[in-house]
């Protein structure tokens, strides 16, 4: 069951929740005969088609007002709803032929908003612009008066962009969702859509540099930087997988599982094994999340935690520690031909990062002793911390 890093932060809940939300917002705007769709479309007074045009999104009250305002929440949450909902035309008779985005990257009103303003067809679907001739669709835009020769020039690049486009009479105008191979919409790519939008190329490289601040030895945090930049040698990275034989594929299953192709991705997170270990580490925490397509992504999710000072040095510890440790059991099943013992590697991770931690300016709390057979006494210890910040906020 893929989590995503829910229950760690109200921001991380959020747009979990949005995705949940969203769903009906999709589903809204499929199910063109669904009797709830109906319903909703009475109580709010909605046009069953307005999931096209961005005004009708507005709803008074309940819970349809909550999911047609989640685009107000964040301004990542307003992006991945706009991508999203990407419009593949049909017929043409449900999209605003200049206010929908269903050709080119702007609508023809931002792109052309001269010829808009002239436009005696403002209000027009796009399979009211035109008139089939036979086989032949032939555009159809009138104006309110002669247009000047500049305005003409207008005209002339409107047409570059449109003039190619026929509409599909026996087709429905739909959304896909471009997130997801299947062009249906999922929970999953619209929290994974959100995080690579937050994240921007820009900001993954000030995120990365988290990695330099000697919680771990400098060899793993090195390490934990070349995986984060892919710069560790997988097979799938030498070899091009899709022109190989059987024989060679059956070489390259993950070496842990043996089921799956090895992609970095599937190694350190994907793959059943250390997925089990991602989990147990977080049950340790009291904590869940989910699994992210990419170890950048995980990373990245996993360092915008809420916690500060001493617990958030734990806890982005044990990131370096969990992925450090898959690899060198990855090398140690590759080099050594050993098989790694699973049902002790959460243990390997707390033992690696009391080790760590007992190297710290400001030392671990514990004697590696207590660290190791208390470990899941970390558990209490936070409560016992959160329980003395309450009382203190309660106090003051
Ligand atoms: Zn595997």
Redesign the pocket.
Known sequence: MPKMMGGLYVGDLQIKNASMLFKWWWHFSMEHEALWKRIICSIHDLNPDGVFKSEDKVAKFGLWKSICSISTWDIHIAEVTKQGMKIQIGNGTKISFWENLWIGHITLKEGFPRLFSVSIQKNKCVADMGVWQGDNWVWQLQWKRRLFQWELLLVDQSNLLIEGFTPLREKDDCHIWPFDKTRCYTTKTFVNAFYKLKYTDLDRKHWFNQVWKGLAPPRYEILLWAILWKRVNTKNRVLKWKEMSWEELRILR?I??R??LKTLS?LFLH???SWQLWTGICDAWDTTWVCPLEVDDAFLMWYDSHFVGFERRLWEVFFIATVTLIWELRNEVIFENKSPNWTCLVDQVFLRVGLWGKAWKKNLPYTLEEWLNNWKAMRSWKEKRLVQRTTLRLES
Do not use: L, P
């Open positions: 993950c842990f599982c089921e799956e599937h793959c059943k094994f």
